[in-house]
């Protein structure tokens, strides 16, 4: 017998669903490797280029000489969030930051509520062509902490110690990657860890809580602009945490900075900053990019009535789209480094001086996520008429794995000429020019607390 209790259920049965394959898309990243995104970024930021190295510090070093300014901090922090945030799933009281706990790098980790295995040591992310300049190359292991590492094979990471001499670029560039290593894995009751146990974020809302990279995406996606009555019929949609982590990581980036931590003020800003960076992307904003909310309840009522093909297609739709997306920003980002050719749309995009509003608390949601939101159709219309039908509007296709992914510049350029990369290079360069003016303002803002 249908009855509105059942709808419910089978809704967020569909949607979770849905949320799954998008974040299951590439490790559900927004971007491929934001430090290629964000460096050109901060390179031609004054305020970030042209600081002088600082020494590095262990995260043990900082919060040791730090405990009690660290507790008054994260007890104020954790009041504000449960006074002005109003989802927010607010910490257990017995994980609260204790200035005299024996071990107090555990007690910190518990109380920011991060992966107790994320990999917390210093170390550089070198962008591609750089010098290793006789450091130890690390492992990918050393960095982050999946079982599957595959996707870390190009990348290369090199050891820095305590004491060593560093620039702040060079830790916020890394830095701003940390989120994708590992850092928001396993944080739910159901992910079969004692933090999960321990965190007080209840069950993961969405996306199956067994898959390593699923269970980082409830806070990397933040879905605050969909319709009231989608948020009546799935209130597990804003079982979102992006805002928070970008608000911590504010606060903890202010405090080492006032006291003379420079190092985990980078690195802390540019915890931060990764999510500003997700945020831009319609498909960490935005349920199902070009598919209103009508059609959303539909797909769900044919599904209840036992027509699942349409749930179906739009699963594998959704998944493709994303990765037809990010996999195309890779190749041009990556070829630009390769070719040391950074005059194209997009990097105009990340490098120029632009607009940007002044950060508050309310900037993330309001401004950054609006913004990602507003562009969400036009994105999928893009996608629809530039893109080959065959990778984006072919349910019966599975885009992740296909030899065709790979050559996606290639299709594009076969079916529609030079006009078909024109016109998708200018679409992510409208993206990456609010990534610019996102970060920048993030940034800035983090930076008028420095002395």
């Not at 071990?103 to 550089?124: E, G, K």
Request: proline content about 4%.
């Amino acid at each position: 017998m249908f009855t509105p209790t059942l709808f419910k259920s089978q809704i967020k049965t569909t949607l979770g669903a849905l949320l799954c394959s998008s974040m299951m898309v590439s490790n559900a990243n927004a971007w491929s490797e934001h430090s290629l995104i964000s460096y050109p970024i901060l390179n031609t930021m004054p305020e970030v280029a042209e600081q002088a190295p600082i020494k590095v510090e262990t995260l043990a070093e900082f919060v040791i000489a730090e405990a009690k300014g660290l507790e008054k901090l994260l007890a104020s922090n954790e009041t504000w969030l449960r006074e002005n945030f109003a989802h927010y799933k607010p910490r257990p009281d017995a994980l609260a930051f204790d200035a005299v706990n024996q071990d107090l790098q555990t007690s910190f980790i518990h109380a920011i509520r991060i992966n107790p295995n994320a990999r917390v040591n210093p170390y550089i992310q070198l962008l591609p062509g750089q010098d290793e300049q006789g450091r130890r190359r690390m492992d990918s292991s050393e960095v982050a902490v999946f079982t599957n590492l595959a996707h870390y094979n190009t990348m290369t990471f090199v050891e820095v110690k305590s004491g060593d001499m560093v620039t702040p670029m060079e830790v916020l560039v890394s830095a701003n990657d940390d989120p994708d290593n590992g850092l928001d894995i396993g944080l739910f009751e159901d992910s079969n860890t004692e933090a999960g146990k321990l965190y007080g974020f209840g069950k993961q809302a969405f996306g199956n809580p067994a898959l390593e990279y699923s269970s980082q995406a409830p806070f990397h996606m933040g879905f605050y602009h969909e319709s009231s009555i989608l948020f009546t019929l799935a209130p597990f949609l804003r079982e979102t945490f992006p805002d928070y982590r970008v608000h911590m990581y504010k606060a903890l980036s202010e405090y080492a900075f006032s006291t003379g931590h420079d190092y985990w003020g980078w690195r802390f800003m540019g915890w931060g900053m990764h999510y500003i960076g997700d945020i831009a992307q319609s498909y960490h904003s935005t349920l199902q990019p070009g598919v209103s909310t009508a059609s959303s309840i539909w797909t769900n009522a044919k599904d209840i009535m036992g027509y699942p093909q349409a749930k179906i297609d739009a699963i594998q739709l959704l998944s493709n789209r994303h990765l037809v997306l990010e996999e195309f920003q890779e190749i041009i980002t990556k070829k630009a480094y390769e070719d040391n050719d950074f005059s194209s749309a997009l990097f105009t995009a990340l490098t120029q001086e632009t607009a940007v509003v002044e950060y508050n608390d309310n900037t993330f949601v309001e401004v950054f996520a609006k913004n990602s939101y507003d562009k969400s159709d036009k994105l999928a219309g893009y996608l629809e008429r530039w893109v080959p039908e065959q990778l984006v509007s072919d349910p019966s296709f599975e885009v992740d794995g296909s030899k065709e992914i790979k050559m996606i510049v290639q299709l594009i350029r076969e079916q529609h000429g030079e006009e078909g990369i024109t016109k998708m290079t200018n679409l992510l360069a409208e993206f990456m020019l609010d990534h610019n003016a996102n970060t920048r303002s993030y940034v800035r803002a983090i930076l008028s607390h420095k002395s």
